[in-house]
């Protein structure tokens, strides 16, 4: 143990150090001039800003760049990060109305320009450059148009000098989604230079690599996370629009991934139009980026049972969702949620039983409540989540001990619907397996589950939950002989019944909203083990 502390402890100190050798290489005048752009060109093709509808949330109302106070705005040393890192990526360019003057908005530029020439740590973040590359080329009707040739000369050699910021720095970069932004600006820059640099050719290099990574064999994000999937959907198709707009070839490995993704896009969302809170995901309504789909020509079909780790069972009327893959890769981990074989079922548009969501601002305490397994519809033993987490200061916790699906099996015919599978996230520290069969009985409106716990040389005498959350809008009360509970969904009514005798109704906290909670209740079944195999059975009915 004391080796193992030392070791890293060693391995920390030569990761810092090697840190901090590299941040004073960054700032110094070799790597200023080794990144300053030798070629001299300008901006051929002008991106539409409508292009990023999909990504960037405008206000309803248009700004006037005039109203603003121009020669203060980058004084402001007491900014939050946060709105140091959207002001210095400039996407609030999104928001001006067409008709600000040209003049003023170059003017902000030439003064971040004069401020910024050279690299430093907080205004040349991988993310906020390549954020700050694609809005300024987006929005060249206002920042470039009309402009002076020294103004051009200077904007076009702060672009390129960050563009190979970017090359340099990309690959160091921790965070996936990071790589991806920063992909999508060198491939852009590619695009409206007419690749004279290059740029077109290192940028998508760069994305074929990051898909290797980055995917699986079904072209499925391998960190499984819904939320993650629909951001790389977004960007494919934002580059594929670029080159179609610039009448460029499209590679044909944007298309097949974007083909892949929109498969998964379908599978988890366009087929119910409802957030399925697994592994990261909030509700984020996508009803716009349909729209924008519908726009842009960009249909998408798929009629598979299982993708990414999950079964999606569905009729016109009700949908079963469950988790059924493996936890990912720790470096795939940071918001993942132990929620291995929770489900959410769909009754006419509204969930009867979800999970609890997901809270993400990975500072904040209850970002690791919300990847616990108790907030899922799930088993829980000896108030432990089936994988274990380890918290790094100021980064998201990452898993240090997953678990496997050891079997699987999906049954979907007319009358009959079956999910069943099991995990071993608990067979390493207590000898027991978790195995859930779920079963649906469409006629009768009916379903009915048997959770397994699997004794393989198990510790006795340890407590278990099974857990059944509800929306916080739900209504539920138990009856008077204390041997069902009845739900109400809007107006729906469904009874809940099991033969364990621990069945309660509980207070928890709903994360369904990003950065939000709300009270909710939860049906749990709770009890004891033993060194021998049980099986809990439970129905949820129509009435």
């Known amino acids: 143990m004391i080796f193992n502390n030392l070791l890293n402890f060693i391995n920390n100190s030569y990761i810092l150090s090697k840190k901090k050798i590299h941040s004073l290489y960054l700032s110094s005048n070799t790597y200023n001039k080794k990144i300053k752009s030798s070629t001299v060109s300008s901006l051929q093709y002008y991106p539409s800003p409508n292009l990023l509808d999909s990504l960037i949330k405008y206000d309803k109302k248009k700004i006037n760049i005039e109203n603003y106070s121009l020669n203060k705005i980058w004084d402001n040393k007491n900014l939050k990060k946060k709105d140091y890192k959207n002001l210095n990526s400039f996407f609030w360019l999104f928001s001006l109305d067409l008709r600000s003057s040209k003049k003023d908005t170059q003017n902000v530029i030439l003064q971040w320009i004069n401020k910024n020439h050279s690299y430093n740590s907080k205004s040349w973040e991988v993310d906020i450059v390549a954020k700050r590359i694609i809005a300024w080329t987006s929005n060249s009707r206002l920042t470039y148009e009309d402009s002076s040739t020294d103004y051009k ?44 640099d290059g740029y077109l050719k290192i940028g998508l290099n760069l994305l074929r690599k990051l898909i290797k990574f980055s995917f699986d064999n079904d072209g499925f994000p391998k960190s499984r996370n819904i939320r993650q999937l629909c951001f790389y959907l977004k960007y494919f198709i934002l580059i594929r629009e670029w080159f179609k707009e610039s009448q460029s070839e499209i590679p044909d490995f944007i298309n097949e991934n974007i083909y ?4 998964a896009y379908t599978f988890t969302w366009q087929n119910n139009k409802i957030d399925l809170l697994f592994n990261g995901n909030h509700e984020t309504n996508n009803i716009d980026f349909d729209r924008y789909l519908k726009k842009h020509g960009y249909s998408f079909k798929n009629q598979n049972n299982e993708l990414g780790g999950y079964a999606v069972l569905s009729n016109k009327k009700t949908s079963l969702i469950m988790d059924i893959g493996s936890s990912p890769d720790k470096k795939f981990s940071s918001n993942y949620q132990a929620g291995a074989l929770s489900f959410e079922i769909i009754s006419n548009g509204k969930k009867l039983i979800c999970n609890s969501g997901y809270f993400q601002n990975h500072n904040h305490q209850l970002n690791e409540l919300s990847k616990s397994s108790a907030i899922h519809s799930t088993l829980t033993l000896d108030d432990r989540s089936s994988c274990k987490f380890n918290k790094t200061k100021n980064e998201s916790s990452k898993i240090s001990h997953g678990l496997k699906i050891l079997k699987k099996n999906i049954v979907f015919e007319k009358n009959y619907w079956k999910i069943n599978a099991a995990h071993d996230g608990y067979l390493r520290q207590y000898g027991i397996i978790h195995e859930r069969e779920m079963e649906f009985y469409p006629e009768q409106i009916k379903f009915v589950g048997y959770d397994k716990i699997i004794s393989k040389n198990s510790i006795k005498n340890l407590k278990f939950e099974i857990r059944f959350h509800l929306e916080p809008n739900i209504k539920i009360m138990k009856t008077q002989d204390n041997k069902s509970i009845l739900i109400d969904l809007d107006g729906e009514g469904w009874k809940f019944n099991s033969n364990n005798i621990n069945m309660n109704i509980d207070n928890g906290l709903y994360f369904g909203r990003k950065d939000f909670f709300v009270d909710n209740q939860n049906i749990v079944i709770s009890g004891m083990t033993n060194d021998e195999n049980q099986t809990i059975k439970w129905e949820i009915t129509k009435l």
Do not use: P
């Open 260 to 263: 892949y993704l929109g498969q």
């Open 153 to 196: 000369d200077q904007f076009n050699a702060i672009i390129k000098k960050q563009i190979n910021h970017l090359i340099n720095e990309i690959e160091r970069s921790e965070w996936v989604d990071d790589k991806m932004i920063g992909c999508t600006a060198i491939i852009l820059t590619g695009l409206t230079y007419q690749d004279k």
